[in-house]
């Protein structure tokens, strides 16, 4: 059974930085994609970024490139979320997601999910 526990989140004001982490348990973490989508209050949930391969290639949504970075230590079994020049439509609960397949940008390809953490950013 795989476990994908969040944290790193809370209130930041804009322009501010949060580091996401999600430290994962169950399956053989450094061979699956991992990802992070949010969800704001009345919204659909979104993706958001995903490290994909071996060689830790990664995709973003436009939303969030060249402000957020994410990254994976294999050893640690953790993937993170830098968080940069955050805008209040940042704000969200951001949730941790341990991919089936190869659908990186919808929910629906995600098997795994955390709890969610949030992110507030204050203007």
Do not use: H
């Not at 004001?13 to 992070?36: D, E, H, I, K, P």
């Not at 957020?68 to 951001?94: C, G, H, W």
């Amino acid at each position: 059974q795989v476990q994908l526990v969040e944290s790193g989140g809370g209130l930041v004001q804009a322009g501010g930085s949060l580091r996401l982490s999600c430290a994962a348990s169950g399956r053989t973490f450094s061979r699956v994609a991992m990802g992070w989508f949010r969800q704001a209050s009345g919204k659909q949930r979104e993706f958001v970024a995903a490290v994909i391969g071996s060689d830790g290639s990664t995709v973003y949504a436009d939303s969030v490139k060249g402000r957020f970075t994410i990254s994976r230590d294999n050893a640690k079994r953790t993937v993170y979320l830098q968080m940069n020049s955050l805008k209040p439509e940042d704000t969200a609960v951001y949730y941790c997601a341990q991919y089936s397949g190869t659908s990186y940008y919808t929910a629906l390809g995600a098997q795994y999910w955390g709890q969610g953490t949030q992110v507030t950013v204050s203007s």
